[in-house]
């Protein structure tokens, strides 16, 4: 299957429209974990992906507390030199390995930064980062323009290949372009939640900031075969247990849009995973998507998004279902956003 491509804003990088995210295979035992997960199938998740056409993983510092960068170096590993996809990674969260369960602390100061560079570094067993993101905004003090400069040195010195932000404001992107070039942003963006897509979606695209979002599938709920009782059989340190879209009364709103997707996926001959991915990308700015997988046969499951355009007729009929089920919050159709904001 040849997947579609975009560019990373002015990065250089080609990517394909999905990635493998690599949340879920952090494991269950810190304080987003998603329960219990066997690293022989992350590996063999990763591995199929990129075998499938995929040309980048997502992962971060603070999944499982450096755990997710290690399988993922593992994964890497086994995949030949001239194969071998983009590896994102994403620091400024940093968790206590003495307490796994307590909130990480958001932390982005320069002397941190580098430090955590380092051991991600070390943990997927690469020379250079191809995109570092500060995963969320520091809550220590720390001026961006302090944090932003260090991510400058940092590419500067070619640890790092481009440089993003992950859950940033327009103002914090504001003041980080002045001092550098932003690379590339990831927001939470999905049916659900859609509020990127009324400000940091159309600043990036007027900004030549990439854009790859996260929680398409808004961490399960939308795809084809999620129901209450696969929220009921979820472990003990699974964090969707306590998100308030897990439970009611959001829940039954947001399985009655899963459920609207299905005549689109029908017409298409594609999963209602697929159609909601295929989604996110139909936003102007929108450069790929980020897909978590724990085995091969999930990646099967939304892979086909990485070749699927949605059509206006598509776009509309979505548009209505979100007005209908009243799920989510945020602007609900790509065309008519673009129409309203020029």
């Given at each position: 299957?040849?997947?579609?491509?975009?560019?990373?804003?002015?990065?250089?990088?080609?990517?394909?429209?999905?990635?493998?995210?690599?949340?879920?295979?952090?494991?269950?035992?810190?304080?987003?974990?998603?329960?219990?997960?066997?690293?022989?199938?992350?590996?063999?998740?990763?591995?199929?992906?990129?075998?499938?056409?995929?040309?980048w993983v997502d992962t971060a510092a603070v999944y499982g507390l450096g755990h997710s960068e290690e399988v993922v170096g593992r994964a890497l590993h086994e995949i030949p030199a001239a194969e071998r996809p983009y590896?994102?990674?994403k620091g400024g969260q940093v968790g206590d390995p003495t307490r796994p369960f307590a909130e990480p602390q958001h932390n982005l100061r320069p002397e941190s930064i580098r430090k955590e560079v380092e051991a991600s570094?070390?943990?997927?067993?690469?020379?250079?980062?191809?995109?570092?993101?500060?995963?969320?905004?520091?809550?220590?003090?720390?001026?961006?323009?302090?944090?932003?400069?260090?991510?400058?040195?940092?590419?500067?010195?070619?640890?790092?290949?481009?440089?993003?932000?992950?859950?940033?404001?327009?103002?914090?992107?504001?003041?980080?372009?002045?001092?550098?070039?932003?690379?590339?942003?990831?927001?939470?963006?999905?049916?659900?939640?859609?509020?990127?897509?009324?400000?940091?979606?159309?600043?990036?695209?007027?900004?030549?900031?990439?854009?790859?979002?996260?929680?398409?599938?808004?961490?399960?709920?939308?795809?084809?075969?999620?129901?209450?009782?696969?929220?009921?059989?979820?472990?003990?340190?699974?964090?969707?247990?306590?998100?308030?879209?897990?439970?009611?009364?959001?829940?039954?709103?947001?399985?009655?849009?899963?459920?609207?997707?299905?005549?689109?996926?029908?017409?298409?001959?594609?999963?209602?995973?697929?159609?909601?991915?295929?989604?996110?990308?139909?936003?102007?700015?929108?450069?790929?998507?980020?897909?978590?997988?724990?085995?091969?046969?999930?990646?099967?499951?939304?892979?086909?998004?990485?070749?699927?355009?949605?059509?206006?007729?598509?776009?509309?009929?979505?548009?209505?279902?979100?007005?209908?089920?009243?799920?989510?919050?945020?602007?609900?159709?790509?065309?008519?956003?673009?129409?309203?904001?020029?």
């Amino acid at each position: 299957m040849k997947l579609l491509t975009r560019p990373l804003g002015t990065s250089g990088l080609q990517i394909t429209q999905v990635g493998f995210g690599a949340w879920a295979i952090g494991g269950g035992d810190w304080a987003y974990g998603w329960g219990s997960q066997d690293d022989t199938d992350s590996v063999a998740a990763i591995k199929h992906a990129v075998a499938s056409g995929i040309n980048w993983v997502d992962t971060a510092a603070v999944y499982g507390l450096g755990h997710s960068e290690e399988v993922v170096g593992r994964a890497l590993h086994e995949i030949p030199a001239a194969e071998r996809p983009y590896v994102f990674t994403k620091g400024g969260q940093v968790g206590d390995p003495t307490r796994p369960f307590a909130e990480p602390q958001h932390n982005l100061r320069p002397e941190s930064i580098r430090k955590e560079v380092e051991a991600s570094l070390r943990r997927l067993g690469v020379d250079r980062i191809d995109l570092y993101q500060f995963h969320w905004p520091d809550n220590i003090g720390t001026p961006i323009e302090e944090s932003w400069g260090e991510m400058a040195r940092l590419i500067d010195e070619g640890k790092v290949r481009a440089g993003g932000v992950s859950n940033f404001d327009v103002g914090l992107l504001e003041r980080a372009e002045r001092v550098r070039h932003v690379d590339s942003l990831q927001p939470p963006f999905s049916l659900i939640h859609r509020q990127s897509g009324g400000d940091v979606i159309p600043w990036s695209a007027a900004h030549g900031t990439g854009v790859i979002v996260y929680s398409p599938m808004q961490s399960g709920i939308l795809t084809d075969s999620f129901s209450r009782e696969r929220v009921a059989r979820m472990d003990a340190n699974d964090w969707r247990r306590r998100n308030p879209e897990f439970r009611e009364p959001l829940l039954s709103r947001n399985l009655a849009l899963r459920d609207a997707l299905r005549p689109v996926a029908s017409r298409h001959g594609i999963s209602v995973s697929a159609v909601a991915i295929a989604w996110t990308l139909s936003w102007p700015g929108v450069s790929g998507a980020i897909v978590g997988a724990r085995s091969p046969q999930q990646v099967d499951g939304w892979i086909a998004a990485g070749t699927q355009t949605l059509e206006p007729r598509d776009l509309d009929e979505i548009a209505a279902a979100v007005d209908k089920t009243q799920a989510g919050t945020g602007p609900t159709h790509p065309v008519r956003e673009v129409l309203t904001a020029s």
